[in-house]
């Protein structure tokens, strides 16, 4: 069992930065597959960002590209969020992902065993 609490959230104004952390508890998330996943106001939760047991593949939707990183911290059992010159389009609530132990990348809500409960990030224009 793999229990994840998100932090860094908060409301910040347009070309701000905030960086998420996700926090996870359990002894296989070295193994996990790690993933961001956010749900803007009205709208389905999509896909961010996610990266493999190790942080050496990561992923991310065309969107964020270039504005978002996602890393890993397995000594930490932590995975983090780096986002950059944020945009009024990135409010949502963010939430953060696991899988079991897996060698892939997993970008797909159905691929993930763990949730977080979420962190709010709202950027105002």
């Known amino acids: 069992q793999v229990q994840l609490v998100e932090s860094g959230g908060g409301l910040v104004q347009a070309g701000d930065s905030l960086r998420l952390s996700c926090a996870a508890s359990g002894r296989t998330f070295s193994r996990s597959a790690m993933g961001w996943f956010r749900q803007p106001p009205g709208k389905e939760r999509e896909f961010v960002a996610a990266?493999?047991?190790?942080?050496?593949?990561?992923y991310a939707t065309d969107s964020v590209k270039g504005r978002f990183t996602i890393s890993r911290d397995n000594a930490k059992n932590t995975v983090y969020l780096q986002m950059n010159n944020l945009k009024p389009e990135d409010t949502a609530v963010y939430y953060c992902?696991?899988?079991?132990?897996?060698?892939?990348?997993?970008?797909?809500?159905?691929?993930?065993?763990?949730w977080g409960q979420g962190t709010q990030v709202t950027v105002s224009s």
């Open positions: 990266t493999s047991w190790s942080g050496g593949s990561t």
């Open positions: 992902a696991a899988t079991k132990p897996t060698l892939a990348v997993v970008t797909t809500q159905l691929g993930f065993d763990y």
